[in-house]
Structures are given as C-alpha cells and as structure tokens.
C-alpha cells in the first residue's frame, strides 16, 4: 500500500502537498521514505543506498570501484584542505566559523537557524564565515566552494546524517516547503524530483541510470564525469531542473535550501561518504 501511494504521488498532477506524506511529521516522512525503498530493492543493505547507482547497477558498481584507489577529486580535496587552512587577511581562518574548528560536522548540514528562520547549508556558511572576516564570498557551484566543501566533508566520512527539524513552525514550513519542490512537476516535460528518484529509481533515463531518493546527499560534493570536476548538491539540482526544461534556480536559494533540507533529512542515519565520483 505504501509502495503504491508514493507512486501514485509521483504520476499525480502537481499538489500543495504530496498526498501520501500529507499531515505527517518528517521523521514519518522518513520512515515511510526507507520502507518504500527497503520495499522495492530488498537485495540491497539500507547502508549501501548511499552509493546510489552503484548500489543497484553491477557493471556501474564495477567501473566505480576501479576509481577509488585514484579517485578524480583527490587533488581537489587536498587544494580545499589548503585553503580552509590558510587564514585570512585578518589572520582567522575557517575554523573560526564553525563548530569543532570544522572538522567532522558535515552530518549536522543543512540545519534550521531558529534566530535567522532560515536554512543554512554547509556552502552558504562558507560563504558566510568569509563574509564575516572580510573576504569576498565564492562563487556558489563549483571551483573552491566545493573543494573546501568537499575537504570538511572527508572530515566527516562515516559519520550518521543528523539533520533536525525543531519544534518550530518556520522550521516546519521549511521543510514542507522542500517535500513540495520534490513532489511537485515543473518543465516542458512535466516531471517532479519523485518521478525519477521515487518511481524509476534502478531505470534507465536517457544516459543516466537513475538513483533512489535516501542516500543521495550524503556524497555531496560529487565529481562528475560530465563535468569534469567538483560541482555541489545546488549544481546538481539546476542541471536536474534543465533536464526536464525548467528554469533552474540560482544556488543557495531559498527553495534549493529548503529542498535540501527535505532531502538531507530523508537520509538521517546514513553515513557521510562524500565527496563521491559520478558518471
């Protein structure tokens, strides 16, 4: 029955709320999120969702495994620790900004700030910390923002997502607003975030072998082979909006935020693995 709600969720016409989470608190969201799809690929540990694609697609497993001795993003990952290390002109350094000196707090990104009734994600805090100590801020998507993302992510490999909705109402319509963007179509061709990643994960799209919805934060920032490089969670949602012809959204906007809010929590309990490779 839970199977076939989320479906039908996913083909149904654009709603305020997806139905079958409707009314329901985030950690039901979640519950019911991992049943569904411990439901639809019972082969596969609930731990190894985090490896996306990899997880359900053998010959793609195979290719990815070969790539972690040397993994592409190595290089990238050492040139963010530098940077996050180098103090800035007025002799802090990021560590200043966060908590723990930032080293292991990846799992706590997004969180809503209560004071500022926002969310703040690990790249907007970046950007933050530098603002803060005069420093002109990064561009958002790629390039040193998701070197130095992708170092405190390493930081944190093998720790459990731990993303907190409190008991307060912006916070809550946050992450409502998130689970709407995800549910909702949009674009020429009609699709939501759940077409792909709730009804046809395991399934070929074109080129891409699609991935289920629970896991795919924690790998954030990925190197894709399409790109080349690193690129962040925000990339990746504007180049999913392009797919479907919509026009994306700038990164670290409100509704990407709180998107990956929704999402983020959707994965509490997984482990950090990123940064990650991807085709």
Known sequence: MLKAKIILVALGAALAVPQALAGSTPEEDRKETVEYFKQMFPEVPFEDFVNGQY????????????????????????????????????????????????????????????????????ELAINR????????PLRWKKGAIASISAYMASTSQGNPINIKVPDDPDAMTAYQDGKEFYYSRRGQLNFSCASCHVQNPGKWIRADFLSPTVGQPANFPVHRSKWGELGTLHRRFAGCNNNVRAEPLPAQSEEYRNLEYFLTYMSNGLPVVGPATRP
């Open 129 to 136: 910390c530098r603002e803060a100590n005069g420093e002109e």
């Open 55 to 122: 997880a359900l697609n053998e010959d793609r497993r195979s290719q990815w495994e070969s790539m972690q001795d040397f993994p592409p993003y190595e290089f990238a990952v050492a040139e963010g620790q530098e940077m996050f290390e180098t103090p800035f002109a007025n002799g802090k350094t990021y560590a200043s900004c966060f908590e723990n000196g930032g080293i292991g707090i990846r799992q706590n990104y997004p969180y809503f700030d209560t004071e500022k009734n926002e969310v703040i994600t690990l």
